[in-house]
């Protein structure tokens, strides 16, 4: 993708959110890959996970080590082909890249809102990307991608938006969280709620960083996103220092631990610890058939898109049956959908990884989504 | 295409809803789409085979049919097509009750063991035929519930299941009348259109 670079979008009309509150204005940081052609019908919309943001594809320049966190999947000859669409991705509102979140200066107070900031839930971030789909000239997308947390934006955008989407791409994702996913989410909030450098939130008033809870809650979140095997073929029981020598009263530091530490601390010096909190919730709110009964069947009605579900074998976090049930669902509804279930030793992280067969389905799939309204 | 396809393309209504199960790289599907405007949903667990099939623009699930078909709603689809799949099932029965609980009609496509050529075989040399029709040995193929028209007609007769018409793909082309006569002799594959 080359260096690409990101864009601001400000909104002053104010976003009615779900919790009850205004967001009175806003801004947006997107970036965008690609050429919207005249019609301004070859727009793909890609939605971020949990931890993700605007920065999905390219280089920020040229020192950068790193591409965005889907290079493997968007470019020239990529799954979602730059040559042929033009494809936007935005940091969600409540993030820590950029668009307005607890970071933010609340302008009522002219202080950061950290934990004031309101509880977003997905059908927010679904409104305030149609917002954006409005200031880009965006009609209706050719198609909207995302994976995990991605996933459920996508599939609300279906229920939410019908003629405003054409395929629907959703990989790795469930239509609500189990009480397993709850808890985890529940541990990680904890962890970083029980560093005292939180402050219940108010740690940027203070001066302050909940690095150590927020490594925390990255570290047991990131064991989620690895499957057993995984982390048995890329550590095993290895030995970082000490040894297992009789004699030898030293404890020893597996290979795991340090790498979990290693985690943990890269990801607490660049993201919030509010938005952590916020994210994690929005992702436990989210139940796509809440709204209709409870009934998954009448919900997919609503829509008027062709799927594609993709499930990855070793995913324990969203598995591959959390998926079933979304096909199941667009089945009884009588919805077009297209699924395909990954062999993948690497468990929820997969879903960033260039599988083989992963990138054979999901190119297949975007050939067929036509540029053309 | 294979022969048994074009045979049955026939009982297809255009513009109907049709369900393949085992359905391959959709090269039948494609054909029912493109002449026959049928929408249609295919059911497969080759991984290539659905690669191709989705490049071919059509809908996919990869599903394993010994798992059950419990997914799909009743009297979803106007036909069921199990083509060259009924041998290869642990339970051939029950994918027929649940074919035609899921689609009003069925067709299904089935080698016929009982062909003259099988029985010879297995007459004369007291092994399990091996043949270009059906290149596996016996331990190692997919292809583990062969049945003879015969066999199949009594299945369906036992179920209640109605068989609305029979088509036969004979050895060659050239001979369709021996096949038609005498088709658990003849026929190298049977072709069956069937409801409830």
Redesign the interface.
């Known amino acids: 993708m080359g260096i690409v670079e990101p864009r601001i979008a400000r909104f002053d009309q104010p976003l009615p959110l779900a919790c009850g509150r205004d967001l009175a204005d806003y801004q947006l940081v997107y970036e965008t890959y690609g050429e919207l052609n005249e019609e301004r019908s070859n727009a793909v919309l890609v939605c971020h996970a949990l931890s993700g943001n605007h920065h999905a594809a390219g280089y920020h320049s040229a020192e950068d080590k790193k591409p965005g966190w889907w290079d493997e999947c968007i470019g020239p000859g990529k799954p979602v082909d730059t040559d042929r669409f033009f494809v936007v991705s935005l940091n969600n509102i409540g993030g820590c890249h950029g668009s307005t979140g607890p970071t933010s200066i609340n302008p009522r107070t002219g202080e950061p809102w950290g934990p004031d900031f309101p509880p977003l839930r997905a059908r927010d971030w679904v409104n305030s990307q149609a917002r954006l789909a409005d200031y880009l000239g965006i009609d209706c997308w050719a198609a909207i991608v995302g994976g995990s947390l991605g996933g459920m934006q996508a599939m609300r955008w279906a229920l939410e938006y019908p003629d405003r989407v054409r395929h629907c791409i959703v990989i790795a994702a469930a239509m609500k969280l189990s009480a397993q996913n709850l808890a985890f989410n529940e541990v990680a909030r904890q962890a970083i709620m029980s560093d005292p450098d939180f402050a219940d939130g108010h740690y940027q008033a203070r001066g302050t960083v909940p690095a150590r809870g927020l490594g925390l809650a990255r570290m047991v979140g990131h064991i989620t996103y690895l499957s057993d095997h995984a982390m048995a073929s890329k550590f095993g029981r290895d030995l970082r220092s000490g040894s297992f020598e009789q004699g030898d009263e030293q404890n020893v530091e597996f290979q795991v631990q340090s790498y979990l530490r290693y985690q943990g601390s890269q990801f607490s010096g660049s993201f919030d610890a509010n938005t952590y909190m916020l994210m994690t919730r929005a992702l436990d709110y989210f139940d796509l058939a809440r709204e209709y009964d409870n009934d998954p069947v009448a919900a997919f009605r609503h829509s008027s898109c062709?799927f594609l579900v993709i499930s990855f074998s070793t995913d324990w976090r969203f598995s591959p049956e959390r998926s079933?049930e979304i096909?199941?669902a667009l089945?009884?509804a009588?919805r077009?959908?297209?699924?395909?279930?990954i062999?993948a030793d690497e468990g929820h992280d997969a879903f960033l990884l260039p599988i083989p067969?992963y990138m054979?389905?999901f190119s297949?799939?975007m050939?067929?989504v036509g540029v053309r309204n | 295409m294979r022969l048994d396809l074009t045979h049955i393309q026939r009982w297809i209504v255009p513009g109907s809803r049709v369900l393949d199960l085992g359905c391959g790289n959709g090269e039948f599907l494609q054909l029912l789409r493109d002449q026959r405007q049928v929408r249609g949903?295919g059911i497969e667990i080759d991984?290539h085979e659905?690669?191709?099939a989705?490049?071919r623009?059509?809908?996919?699930?990869?599903?394993n049919l010994d798992r059950g078909l419990a997914?799909?709603?009743d009297q979803?689809f106007d036909t069921v097509v199990l083509a060259h799949a009924l041998q290869a099932v642990h339970f051939p029965d029950r994918v027929l009750d649940e074919m035609l609980r899921i689609g009003r009609e069925g067709i299904v496509t089935f080698p016929n063991f009982g062909h003259w050529r099988c029985r010879l075989y297995l007459g004369t040399r007291g092994k399990m035929p091996v043949s270009r029709f059906m290149p596996y040995n016996w331990y190692d193929t997919p292809n583990i519930h062969f049945c003879t028209v015969k066999d199949f007609e009594a299945l369906c007769e036992q179920k209640n299941i109605r068989i609305l018409a029979r088509d036969v793909v004979g050895n060659t082309e050239r001979q369709p009348l021996l096949a038609s006569t005498w088709p658990n002799l003849f026929a190298t594959t049977a072709i069956y259109h069937i409801t409830r």
């Open positions: 062709s079933r096909v199941n089945i009884a009588d077009p959908v297209t699924y395909a279930e062999e067969r054979d389905v297949a799939y050939r067929r | 949903t991984p659905i690669t191709s989705i490049a623009g059509l809908n996919i699930v990869e599903q997914n799909f709603p979803s």
